[in-house]
């Protein structure tokens, strides 16, 4: 009887208060696991040895060289336009995307009419497969398309997608215009949660508008912002499809971004040990970035 009383706290301890919730739990766990976690441990792992693929069943030695793959991929022009390339992604997406889904959620919450049907057509770039709306813009931007048409003498040389200085930040706009509906429905829901009576109550102060703004809603919403900033950060730090389906990364490297050059050297040029170096140089500044901003946008 008293090993059957001791038993029973020891479990406790073990599974916590509620074992149906690890139970619940438990094939996420070991999804984020299996997915996430190992791979991301092997990454690290070959990023500090001299890896390359080889054919199945066959053993190489994989000798430790310490940090010579990042001291190389640092020392590549490709590497470090790479992440300039990214520098001014973020520089353009993240305020942005901040300004515009403030704004406009501002604008549905305040909306007596059609509200449901804008925030309809906001969301639905962000659960379109990013294929089909690519298609869309190839056709507005490229060099005889629908955009130039309308620019005629005004449009750019060269075009859009072949211009070294325009084929990011037109990327960046991409990307913000993708991502823009879920961003609003954040912050239209903590809109939401703002009472009118604190709106009210400026307004009767004396504040106009624009102050009733800054003094009640840019606080009430400053949780969501850091929310919104850190998702873009990591948004940011993914992105792939966009400069691989729309210009490869070109022209001359201007499209480049640390996750694609992850992937032409480590697939299309088999340097895995490479690729692992820049994914984990670009995880860790993401992660300084992330932190940074989170500070910044939290701070009173």
Do not use: C
């Not at 704004?103 to 909306?111: E, W």
């Amino acid at each position: 009887m008293d090993k059957t009383r001791s038993r029973a706290p020891r479990a406790k301890r073990r599974l916590g208060s509620s074992p149906l919730g690890i139970a619940l739990t438990a094939p996420y766990t070991a999804y984020v696991l299996v997915v996430f976690v190992i791979p991301f441990g092997v990454g690290v792992w070959m990023a500090f040895h001299d890896y390359f693929f080889t054919a199945p069943g066959v053993a190489v030695p994989h000798p430790f060289v310490g940090f010579d793959n990042f001291t190389a991929v640092l020392g590549e022009a490709d590497t470090r336009r790479a992440f300039a390339n990214l520098g001014l992604f973020m520089a353009i997406n993240i305020p942005l995307t901040v300004v515009l889904a403030l704004v406009l959620a501002s604008a549905l919450n305040a909306a007596t009419r059609w509200r449901g049907f804008f925030r309809m057509a906001y969301y639905v770039p962000y659960v379109t497969a990013s294929v089909a709306t690519l298609a869309v813009w190839l056709f507005l931007f490229n060099g005889s398309g629908a955009v130039n048409n309308v620019l005629g003498s005004w449009a750019p040389e060269p075009s859009w997608l072949a211009n070294k200085g325009l084929v990011m930040p037109l990327i960046a706009v991409y990307v913000t215009w993708k991502q823009l509906g879920f961003y609003i429905l954040l912050y239209l829901a903590a809109l939401q949660n703002v009472p009118k009576e604190l709106h009210e109550a400026a307004l009767t102060d004396g504040a106009g508008p624009l102050q009733a703004f800054r003094a009640v809603t840019l606080p009430a919403v400053r949780p969501v912002t850091s929310l919104v900033v850190l998702l873009s950060i990591i948004t940011a730090g993914q992105i792939f499809t966009e400069p691989f389906l729309l210009t490869g990364g070109g022209p001359s490297g201007a499209s480049l971004t640390p996750a694609l050059l992850v992937y032409q050297r480590g697939i299309e040029q088999g340097e895995p040990d490479a690729a692992a170096a820049i994914g984990l140089i670009l995880v860790t500044g993401v992660l300084i970035i992330a932190t940074v901003a989170r500070r910044l946008t939290e701070r009173d």
